[in-house]
């Protein structure tokens, strides 16, 4: 396998699940003070990140819960952001310029900022109430299952939770073999389509912000591949329309609530296109984790699938998946 270190990839994700019992005492803190709100807010791939866990919150709990973009934070406001209110913020490098505006923004309101960086010390870091770096560590969504997880629980709606984060110990372990189930199909599918004019990408529920950030950040972004990402539901909505028996459709298929709008695209496109390929997290199998947390880990396992796509790719293009032409580049 091209570009995979099974050890460290375990090790990275017991880096997180050491800092348990911090990320629960801050759970614990956010309780005991109480809270309005709890938002979620960052920008592009970092948002998609924190996404389903806005998302369980209002699946499986009456906790208010909302998310929105920094960038749109920063021009039209959330009214009902308050000082009782609680905040999640995700950067990788800890200083993405939006995100840090918001945090900015956010503190001037008073509302209690977690943030979950990739680097120590960072700007959001300062700017943040209380804050995990997670380093090397993969996957960071770790943080968000034991953070809102024990919040959950803590109001009553997890009950389950105490077994599901002990299960977590070994969700390293899980998602390298994942890998190493994925890799093939992988692998395949980047050669038979890294030169497609134009793919759509398809996902609902906990996976629609996977589907979305993965056709934008990896493929737009790092490899230059252009791309539409629209949501199962939606899909009936306009998007049908351009299918055709050469046009190349990538479903992904959770194990959430929302599979059957999954399904009913699957039966849709099977029958349109020659050029339909499905990641369904139920065909892989995870080691060490009990079949009934599997509905909550559709994001972690898919990402884990995804990036078998990624690591070949990027040699089969030769294309690294480090460059870039504007972002970053300079100011826009």
């Not at 208010?64 to 009214?79: E, F, Q, R």
Request: proline residues 4%.
């Amino acid at each position: 396998m091209i570009n995979f270190n099974e050890s460290q990839i375990i090790e990275n994700a017991n880096y997180i699940y050491q800092q348990r019992s911090k990320i629960e005492a801050i759970a614990d803190q956010i309780c005991q003070k109480g809270f309005d709100l709890l938002f979620f807010t960052s920008s592009g791939g970092s948002m998609a990140m924190l996404e389903p866990f806005n998302f369980w919150i209002n699946h499986t709990s009456t906790l208010p819960a909302a998310a929105m973009l920094s960038a749109d934070l920063l021009i039209t406001g959330y009214n009902q952001l308050t000082e009782n209110s609680v905040v999640f913020m995700t950067s990788k490098s800890g200083d993405t310029k939006e995100t840090l505006k918001a945090a900015q923004y956010l503190k001037g309101i008073g509302a209690f900022i977690v943030s979950v960086t990739g680097v120590e010390n960072s700007p959001l870091e300062a700017a943040s109430d209380a804050a995990i770096a997670y380093g090397a560590g993969r996957p960071q969504e770790l943080v968000l299952y034991l953070l809102i997880g024990k919040i959950l629980y803590n109001k009553g709606f997890f009950p389950a939770y105490p077994d599901f984060a002990d299960n977590m110990k070994n969700l390293g372990a899980a998602l390298a073999h994942v890998r190493k189930q994925a890799d093939g199909k992988c692998r395949q599918y980047a050669a038979d389509y890294h030169k497609e004019s134009y793919n759509i990408w398809i996902g609902s529920g906990d996976l629609w912000p996977t589907a979305y950030s993965y056709s934008m950040c990896v493929l737009e972004e790092s490899q230059w591949i252009r791309t539409k990402s629209v949501s199962s539901p939606e899909f009936f909505h306009g998007t049908l329309e351009l299918l055709e028996k050469d046009v190349c459709v990538t479903l992904l298929l959770t194990e959430g609530p929302t599979r059957p709008l999954d399904e009913r695209v699957k039966r849709f496109a099977e029958k349109h296109t020659d050029k339909l390929t499905c990641f369904d997290t139920r065909d892989y199998v995870l080691p060490g984790i009990k079949d009934e947390y599997r509905s909550l880990l559709s994001p972690v396992v898919m990402a884990a699938i995804l990036q078998r796509i990624s690591k070949n790719i990027e040699v089969i293009t030769n294309h690294s998946l480090d460059i870039r032409r504007y972002y970053r580049k300079g100011e826009y």
